[in-house]
T-cell receptor, first 113, second 118 residues
Framework: AQSVTQLGSHVSVSEGALVLLRCNYSSSVPPYLFWYVQYPNQGLQLLLKYTTGATLVKGINGFEAEFKKSETSFHLTKPSAHMSDAAEYFCAVRTGGGNKLTFGTGTQLKVEL | GAVVSQHPSRVICKSGTSVKIECRSLDFQATTMFWYRQFPKQSLMLMATSNEGSKATYEQGVEKDKFLINHASLTLSTLTVTSAHPEDSSFYIC??????????????FGPGTRLTVL
């Protein structure tokens, strides 16, 4: 069975600083990996996804993530944080052709002036 | 595009009553919708997969008689929590897969419904 671990339930960065949100997964088969963002009172919005091919994936709002099979990681980064990035971020994994997504517990990102 | 709504956003009910939550895809047709449950500071847990015109597929440990799912049209799925009890209090989130896209890569999520059972 697959699982997702997000290290750090809360991350705080200064505006303009690097954002790094960590995600590690376990899966017995090649995974599809996703990052979602949730703003208050809104649904989850897809930031980016990795399925096959290039391991560095670029998403919306300047975010990117790199799939590292040897480390079973899919960390989310953004070079320069903006106040509007404050939200909750969820990492998720889907294996093979199944419909199911397995989510991490989420990381609340706070951006300070 | 690809907006999913849920109604109500919040509901408080007495123990023993039933509560219906609606999930609608507003600008696309969804052959498949998913229902998740989220406890505070925990992951979203998939409860069931709802396919239009057929019975829902429930995850292990989810009581199908307690959580009734109906997907009667390509834009609407409903989750009814029957004989609700305080332990059913949670945040319920639905998502939908766009029929036109034909892939399971992307699910579009609703804003969630906060259920409180007194």
């Amino acid at each position: 069975a697959q699982s997702v671990t997000q290290l750090g339930s809360h991350v705080s960065v200064s505006e303009g600083a690097l954002v790094l949100l960590r995600c590690n997964y376990s899966s017995s088969v090649p995974p599809y990996l996703f990052w979602y963002v949730q703003y208050p009172n809104q649904g989850l919005q897809l930031l980016l996804k990795y399925t096959t091919g290039a391991t560095l994936v670029k998403g919306i709002n300047g975010f990117e993530a790199e799939f590292k099979k040897s480390e079973t990681s899919f960390h989310l980064t953004k070079p320069s944080a903006h106040m509007s990035d404050a939200a909750e971020y969820f990492c998720a994994v889907r294996t093979g052709g199944g419909n199911k997504l397995t989510f991490g517990t989420g990381t609340q990102l706070k951006v300070e002036l | 595009g690809a907006v999913v709504s849920q109604h109500p956003s919040r509901v408080i009910c007495k123990s023993g009553t039933s509560v219906k939550i609606e999930c609608r895809s507003l600008d696309f047709q969804a052959t498949t919708m998913f229902w998740y449950r989220q406890f505070p500071k925990q992951s979203l847990m998939l409860m069931a997969t709802s396919n239009e015109g057929s019975k829902a597929t429930y995850e292990q440990g989810v009581e199908k008689d307690k959580f009734l799912i109906n997907h009667a049209s390509l834009t609407l799925s409903t989750l009814t929590v029957t004989s609700a009890h305080p332990e059913d209090s949670s945040f319920y989130i639905c998502s939908a897969r766009d029929r036109q896209r034909g892939t399971t890569d992307t699910q579009y999520f609703g804003p969630g419904t906060r259920l409180t059972v007194l």
